[in-house]
Every structure is written in C-alpha cells, then in structure tokens.
C-alpha cells in the first residue's frame, strides 16, 4: 500500500484507516497517531511524502465556504476523558475539542491567515507602501509655499508618523478584536474589515484636534525653549523608537502598550538632552504603577463578571431564556454608562443624565430585537421543550457565586453562545472605534508638534491638529492592521486561555468597564494591560491551569522592558538625527 505523510506532525502512515474519503471534499478526521488528534478542515489532505516546512496552524483558517457568525455550528458537550467533570464551553464555534490546543511557536505569513494568495497578499502590501510613499505630497500639512529643505523634512515627517501609525495598528488593535476572534464570534477576516472601518472613523471623526508638544505630561517644557532643532529631532526619534519597539512586539505577537512606548521615547530624549530635571517622575511613577493596577483590576472585574454569567445564566431553569433576558438589561447599563462618562451630551448634569439613559434604552431595544429576530426559533423551541431536559439547566438551590457550575447543553448552548456572541460583537465594535479616536494621538501628537516647529509654529503651545493629519494617522492604522495585526490578535484571542463568546464578553466588558472608570477617577491605567489582564481573569475562573503561564511571562516581561527600550532607541535616534539635520539645516 501506498505510504502516505500526516501533514500536521510530518510523520508516515499506511494504515488504511488513518483517512476518510466524504463527498464532497477530502476530509481527514483523525490520523492513527493517538497523541495527535487532527482537525476537520476542509483544505487537509494527505499527500505522498510531502512533508510541510511548518505545522498547520487552525485558530487562523478561514473557510469560504461557510459563514462563521456567533450561532455557527455549536456541537453538544462530549464526556471529559478518563471520566472527568464536563467543562461547559469545552466546544469551541465550529471546532473539534481536538483544535483547542493549537502550536502556539507558530504564526503564518499574511497570505495565510487571510486565507489569500501569496499575490493577493504582494499586492496588497506594495498598494499600502505606494500610497504611504505617494499621499503626502497631496496633504495640506506638507506645507504650502515653503523652502526644498522644509517640504522635504516635512514630508520624512509624515512618513515617521505614518510608521508610528503602522504599528500602533499592527499591535493595539488586538484589543478591541483578538477575544472576537479567539472565542469564534468573528472571523478573521470579519474583524480586521471591520475594526479597518470603525478604527478609521474614530481617527477622523474622534481624535483630538488639540495636542501639546510635550506628550502625557512626561517633560518639562520650559527646559527645551528656544531649542526648535533639538525638540523637533526629540520628536521624531520618539516616533521612530516607540514604531521600532512595536514593530519587534509585533512581531514576537507581544501586546504592549503604545502609550508607554511613547512615554519611554520621551524620557530617555529628556534624560539624555535635558537632564534630570526635564522628567516629571511622579507622572513616570503613575505609569509604572499601571503594569500592576491595570492587569490586576481587569482579572478581578473579569473573574467576577464570568463568575455572575454562570451563577445567573448557566444555572437558570432555562438559560438561553435567561441569557435573552439579561442582554438587554446589559446593554442598558454599559451604553448608558459610556454615554454619559466618555461621550456626555450636554455640560449640565441632568439633561446629560437623561440623554445617556435614552441612548441606553434606545440601544437595549435594539439588541432584544436583533435577539429575537436572530434566535428567535431557537428560544421558542427551548420554551416548548423546556418541561423534556432535565440536563439542560443545574439546580440553583444553594448554589453561591464562585461555586462551579456544570454548562447548558444542545439549543440551550446554542442560544446562551448566540446571544453573548452579539453581545461581544458590538463591544468589539465600540471599543475598536474608540481606540481609533484615542490612540491615533500617540502618532499624530509628537507628528503635528513637529510639523509646527518646521512651519514656524509655537513649540510648547497647543497645536492644532487638521483632518488630513488626522486621516493620515487612520490610514497608517488601517494599513498596520492588514499586514500584521493578526499576530498580536492570535496572542488575545488563543494564547493566554481558550475563550469562548461568553469568556470573550466578559473580558470584552470588564476591560472597557475598568478603563472608563478609572480614567474618570484619574487612575494610571493601560487598556492593552486591562484586557491581557481580563483574559487572565475569565481563565482563573477556570482553574490556575487554564492559564498558560509561558505566554504571561513573555507579555509581563515585554511590559516591563517597554520604558527602558524605548528610552534607550530615542537616545541613539536623537543623535543620529541631530547629526542629520546639522548638514541639512
């Protein structure tokens, strides 16, 4: 018989059975190997001694030819081996329990996790490097009727912003869209298409038109007056070295925070270039603070928030029932909340009040119509059925909040997944436009600061900031989404813990719970540690090995040498760049 290779662990086989032949595709279930279980994927075929260079990896694989949306395909539990407990969400949207452990040494090229040709991918990234090339010389902020030397600095610019831009897409998106991905509500491709669009609007229509020179209150001022050359070389080397230290995280798929690296970037050119006293170090302090008060207050608002959805939800009489009932009631109170904390409509107290409870309302409706349009023949089949399972639900009598409750089964699963699938898509959605409109100023601040220096403008006032920049700054966004911002979503969404759509919203929610209030309370917190540390959190709910503690190590450590990277490229970059501008100027 002909020997044929398993492509995932590259090992030979002969073994008729080790393959299924299914119309209409080729479908392998499982090779004969028993400590390596393979996925049902279309696109897995066997092949005469063909060994491949890299394990295939399934988190990322798209398939065309089915629509993965927050109600697909939910299989019923399977028995834990070796008589085991069940674990209630086990099953992940649309896989095998066999594909819950993928290599996590492992990320493919963009062609491959688009699920695209290698040309398709080529094309796309010259498109992106054509336009980044070409698009400043029809921006405004060039600079209208001004010397060689002027526009040609202007346009390096741009350019530095639009790299700072890049990687603050590749890196910081992941926190609105890695747990939709990684719980299965969103594809891959659904959530960089989406988060491109809303990141984008939220740049221009949400970002700030007034910035200072001087970033997060980090430097002094007053210690770089009169000193235009040196402040604008500051500037762009805390650009370059906040975009080159994002890049390497990007790449290691490490999610760090784009605001320290620009804080970092910002000291060491103060250190080295204003001495001691150029550093605020009571607002350094406040930073480094935050790599432990933001993590922490994320797994706790998370653990808790998991803990209440399978104490109230799972064992209700009826929980799809219950989760259709409290979606609504969630809605209203984190709409209203936001409204009425980030977004307020008026400066008077009371009729901000009401506006926000009218935009909660308003969007609770919503979201009960959408739930009973979507799944609606799915709550009617678990009412009508409802007096039949006794496994469907868990008793609740004298059941506490941290007790371990066993999962919904079957149309229950289905519905309770369906719903917070939703749910967890419309915070991704709203935390994605959001970021937009806040994180673009870690690129266009220190950029539109030093295209006011270049233009003769104020180099300690507030600049303003104009729409083209501020496009620009979406664009470079979007552009580091697309190439490499499915890295660091493959380390939110898979590496730190399996998450399903309910995990996934409560991480979704606790995260942008905590950021809203503590910012309002003045707290030093960073989104990008609040949401590793919710993740974290939905994974302690489940058991202190639920965690994979390799994976927390790499992204602590990564936090922890963030300030001190960064201050160490814009120290070398700042002197590469004086150097530079003494034979340009």
Known sequence: MTPFSCLPCARSTTSP???????????????????????????LMLRPFQVP????????????????????????????????????????????????KPNEEY?????????????????????????????????????????????????????????????IGANDVANAMGTSVGSGALTLRQAVVTAAILEFSGALLMGTHVTGTMQNGILVANMFQG????????????????????????????PVSTTHCIVGSMVGFGLAYGGAGAVFWTSLARVASSWVISPVLGALVSFLVYKCIRRFVYSARNPGQAAAAAAPIAVFLGVTGISFAAFP?????????????????????????????????????????????????TQTKNLGLLSDV?????????????????????????????????????????????????QG????????????????????????????????????????????????????????????????????????????????GVGFARGLNSVRAETVREIVTSWAVTIPVGASLAVLYTWILTKLLSFIL
């Open 457 to 536: 403008g104020p180099s300690s006032a507030e600049i303003v900031i104009p729409n083209d920049v501020l496009a620009w700054g979406g664009f470079g966004i979007v552009a580091g989404l697309l190439i490499w911002g499915y890295r660091v979503i493959a380390t939110i969404g898979k590496k730190i813990t399996e998450l399903t759509p309910t995990r996934g919203f409560a991480a979704e929610f606790a995260a942008a719970s905590v950021v809203l209030f503590a910012s309002k309370l003045a707290l030093p917190i960073s989104a990008t540690h609040t949401l590793v540390g919710a993740v974290m």
């Open 107 to 167: 990320l493919p090229g963009m062609a491959q996790a688009f699920n695209i040709s290698s040309r398709t991918a080529f094309a796309i990234a010259i498109f992106i490097a054509f336009a980044a090339l070409t698009l400043p010389f029809f921006m405004k902020s060039l600079g209208q009727g001004v010397g060689v030397k002027t526009k040609f600095l202007s346009y390096a610019t741009l350019l530095f912003g639009f790299y700072m831009a890049w990687n």
């Open 53 to 100: 260079t890299r394990p295939y990896l399934p988190i990322l694989s798209l398939r065309n030819s089915r629509r993965t949306h927050p109600c697909a395909n939910i299989s019923s539990f399977a028995e834990a081996e070796g008589g085991k407990e069940q674990n209630d969400e086990a099953i992940h949207l649309g896989t095998r329990q066999e594909d819950a």
């Open 406 to 454: 066993a999962g919904p089964k079957g149309t229950q699963l289905e519905i309770v997944y369906g719903v917070f699938g939703y749910m967890q898509v419309l915070s991704a959605c709203f935390m994605s436009f959001a970021h937009g409109g806040n994180d673009v100023s870690n690129a266009i601040g220190p950029l539109a600061g030093a295209l006011s220096i270049l």
């Open 345 to 393: 409509l008026s400066k008077s107290f009371p009729i901000a009040l009401a506006q926000a409870l009218g935009c909660g309302a308003v969007g609770a409706v919503l979201v009960y119509n959408l739930i009973r349009k979507q799944l609606g023949h799915l709550l009617e089949k678990s009412a009508s059925s409802h007096s039949e399972p006794q496994e469907s639900y």
């Open 227 to 254: 000193k235009d050359t040196l402040l604008f070389a500051g500037l762009l080397s805390s650009l370059a070295s906040a975009g080159t230290w994002l890049q390497v995280a990007s790449y290691y798929g490490w």
């Open 17 to 43: 059975d080790a393959f299924l032949l299914r119309y209409p595709h080729l479908r392998l279930p499982k090779c004969r190997h028993y400590e390596h279980q393979l996925p049902k994927i279309e696109n």
